[in-house]
Nanobody
């Protein structure tokens, strides 16, 4: 059974930084691309970033390029999203997911519970 458990969210001031984490299980993690998505208040869930299985290939939505970094640990089955220069538009629940190759698409897995990031002074 594919499962994702996200953590690390919290309240951060504008301009601050935060790292969210996700531990995945139920599939061969080291052979699988991974992505982060987010859902802001009153908004749809949107793709944020994808990393390839080895960790060398990464892609980001334009709004986070240069501020967010996706990374992974294939020993711990974990994927991370380091977020810098946060602003109010980054306030959202963050979710991790498997990816279908290096794309914005994902398999129809159940979502985890997500982790809430609130950017506010």
């Amino acid at each position: 059974q594919v499962q994702f458990v996200e953590s690390g969210g919290g309240l951060v001031q504008p301009g601050g930084s935060l790292r969210v984490s996700c531990v995945a299980s139920g599939f061969t993690f080291r052979f699988t691309g991974m992505s982060w998505y987010r859902q802001g208040p009153g908004k749809e869930r949107d793709w944020v970033a994808t990393i390839d299985p080895a960790g060398g290939g990464k892609m980001y939505v334009d709004s986070v390029k240069g501020r967010f970094t996706i990374s992974r640990d294939n020993v711990k089955n974990m994927v991370y999203l380091e977020m810098n220069s946060l602003n109010s538009e980054d306030t959202a629940v963050y979710y991790c997911s498997r990816s279908i190759g290096m794309t914005r698409s994902r398999p129809a897995d159940a979502w985890g519970q997500g982790t809430l990031v609130t950017v506010s002074s």
